[in-house]
């Protein structure tokens, strides 16, 4: 029986994966995040299973590579945390290019309508019986102007979600969709003209930062900025400096530029030291949630349906569809 040692495992992970595993597999969960200090744990096992915050550099890879592993099976679309030069004739690396579109879209849906409408606070206020409503106006989503950056399959379907809401919508990629009745604008129009602004594309070298100071400074001041797809996509120092200058409406964040160690765990007994997301969480005009858009019960059946597939392909000399090339 082939043996796969599954880093970061959460309860979550371990019910689904067992449910779809059905003891085909050996499987050896962990707590521990995948990184050079715990790569040994994988030995006498043909595949590691990691996820977003894993650290996967060349010294992880090398030790991998030593110990006999074949494959790394990422649970998740992103492979920006893998230092994927080193794999190259050491590793196949293979992931899951999508689980549930709908789950992160709807979230972010769901993060702007909270900020927008005060929810948390409102719920927070009830919960000690004060009913007053003063602080709490938000905006029609109607005839507001979302801006879409990223249009693949998530960003296709929060278009959806918000011409549901009958909001005027415009998109930039860099990589249109033809044909899609998509209207496409510059980055700069985009920041320009948008009341909420929604970020849906991969982290590369050209999209990193793509929120930055420069960027802020062509929005309105009332905009609201929305981020379910990766943390350095957003400058998160110009963010807080823009929130604290009132240069911005507000933001809604899932996920974080700094959140390797600090997300997907419990730290409320903890002096949290990172004083940036310290003074984000402080502030009235935002709301963060951890990395949790992709939870939902379709996603985690998905993930851990095509994690398995794709390693049932890999050791049956299949096609491998999901790999992740150098």
């Known amino acids: 029986m082939d ?3 599954f ?11 067992d449910k779809i595993n059905n003891n085909k597999y050996e499987i050896h969960y962990y707590e521990s995040r995948l990184r050079p200090e715990s790569a040994r744990l994988a030995e006498g096992c043909t595949a590691v ?7 996967i550099n060349t010294k992880t890879i090398e030790t991998l590579a030593e110990l006999g592993v074949k494959v790394i099976l990422m649970r998740c679309a992103g492979f920006n945390n893998i230092a994927l030069s080193a794999a190259k004739d050491k590793l196949k690396i293979l992931r899951v290019p999508a689980y549930s579109p709908y789950a992160v879209a709807e979230h972010a849906m769901g993060l702007i309508l909270a900020l927008n409408r005060k929810i948390p606070r409102a719920y927070i206020r009830t919960r000690d019986f004060n009913f007053s409503l003063n602080g709490l106006t938000g905006f029609d989503l109607h005839g507001k102007t979302a801006g879409i950056i990223g249009t693949g399959k998530i960003g296709r379907v929060f278009i959806d979600i918000c011409r549901g809401f009958g909001m005027d919508v415009i998109a930039y990629d860099p990589f249109p969709v033809e044909n899609s009745g998509i209207r496409y604008v510059s980055q700069e129009e985009l920041f320009k003209r948008s009341d909420i602004i929604s970020l849906h594309c991969p982290l590369t070298r050209e999209t990193r930062y793509i929120i930055d100071e420069q960027a802020i400074a062509l929005m309105k ?7 379910t797809s990766r943390g350095q996509l957003i400058d998160s120092e110009a963010l807080l400096s823009a929130l604290n200058d009132k240069r911005i409406g507000g933001a809604a964040l899932d996920v974080y530029e700094e959140e390797s160690g600090l997300f997907f765990e419990d730290n409320s007994d903890k002096i949290v030291t990172d004083e940036v997301i310290s003074l984000l969480v402080s502030r009235p005009n935002v709301i963060i949630t951890s990395h949790q858009a992709f939870l939902t019960e379709e996603a985690l059946r998905n ?3 095509v994690t398995l597939k794709n390693f049932d392909d890999f050791l049956n ?9 150098s």
Do not use: H, Q, T
């Not at 299973?49 to 650290?55: G, K, L, R, S």
């Open 303 to 305: 993930i851990a349906e």
């Open 7 to 17: 880093f970061d495992a959460k309860p979550y992970d371990r019910e689904w994966f």
């Open 317 to 325: 000399g299949k096609e491998l569809v999901n790999e992740i090339k």
């Open 221 to 227: 001041k009332s905009a609201l900025i929305v981020n």
């Open 3 to 5: 043996k796969i040692a």
């Open 49 to 55: 299973c990691a996820f977003v915050n894993d650290v």
